[in-house]
Antibody
Framework: QVQLVQSGAEVQRPGASVKISCKAS????????IHWVRRAPGQGLEWMGW????????KSSPKFQGRLTISKDTSANTVYMALSGLRSDDTAIYYC????????????WGQGSQVTVSA | DIFLTQSPLSLPVTPGAPASISCKSS???????????LSWYLQRPGKSPQLLIY???RRASGVPDRFSASGTGTDFTLRISRVEAEDVGVYYC????????FGGGTKVEI
């Protein structure tokens, strides 16, 4: 089955870090860039960054420069998103999504991982 | 960055009636290859976003034909010919011509 399955909900203190996983199955892991998008409460979708699982190249939004790390484990068909220096406004649902190059769009999404930042 | 402005922010709809959402871009989304790098998504309550439209006007696999999209350059429109109850949620446009950005979203509710 073609899917992206993400890790579960996390509650973290301000200043801490969080790492979310996104496991791909049913398609060639190295053939599609995987992006991270978040949606904070009452807000819209926000693009964060992406990784090319084929060569490991990454790019992040300048907004998260220095705090966001996207990595991969090819043997596990899994992409990771780590965000450090958490603040209350990082509370959001985080999604991984597969980028479909031919359509220049996201054609497959993970189920989302809730991250709550609270003292 | 390319900015996308959606309107309206909220759209009350009636089942069976048509509906439309606008997405205006701060720059043309027409690539030199002739394709328009704009897509539309629906995020139903409690669900992940799903792709509706890609390359400006092409319906994604499995998307009902009551959904259509048009537009060129900087002005785009998503249309629902006859709204159904399952169409409620937040609709987003997204551009992939440069660093990815989303519109602010349009909440469709019955």
């Amino acid at each position: 089955q073609v899917q992206l399955v993400q890790s579960g909900a996390e509650v973290q203190r301000p200043g801490a870090s969080v790492k979310i996983s996104c496991k791909a199955s049913g398609f060639s892991f190295t053939s599609h860039p995987i992006h991270w998008v978040r949606r904070a409460p009452g807000q819209g979708l926000e693009w964060m960054g992406w990784i090319n699982p084929g060569n490991g190249n990454t790019k992040s939004s300048p907004k998260f420069q220095g705090r966001l790390t996207i990595s991969k484990d090819t043997s596990a068909n899994t992409v990771y998103m780590a965000l450090s220096g958490l603040r209350s406004d990082d509370t959001a649902i985080y999604y991984c999504a597969r980028f479909w190059a031919a359509g220049e769009a996201f054609d497959l999404w993970g189920q989302g991982s809730q991250v709550t930042v609270s003292a | 960055d390319i900015f996308l402005t959606q309107s309206p922010l909220s759209l009350p709809v009636t089942p069976g009636a048509p509906a439309s959402i606008s997405c205006k871009s701060s720059q043309s989304l027409l690539h030199t290859n002739g394709f328009t790098y704009l897509s539309w998504y629906l995020q139903r309550p409690g669900k992940s976003p799903q792709l509706l439209i890609y390359l400006g006007s092409r319906r994604a696999s499995g998307v009902p034909d009551r959904f259509s999209a048009s537009g060129t350059g900087t002005d785009f429109t998503l249309r629902i010919s006859r709204v159904e109850a399952e169409d409620v949620g937040v609709y987003y446009c997204m551009q992939a011509l440069q660093t990815l950005t989303f519109g602010g979203g349009t909440k469709v509710e019955i």
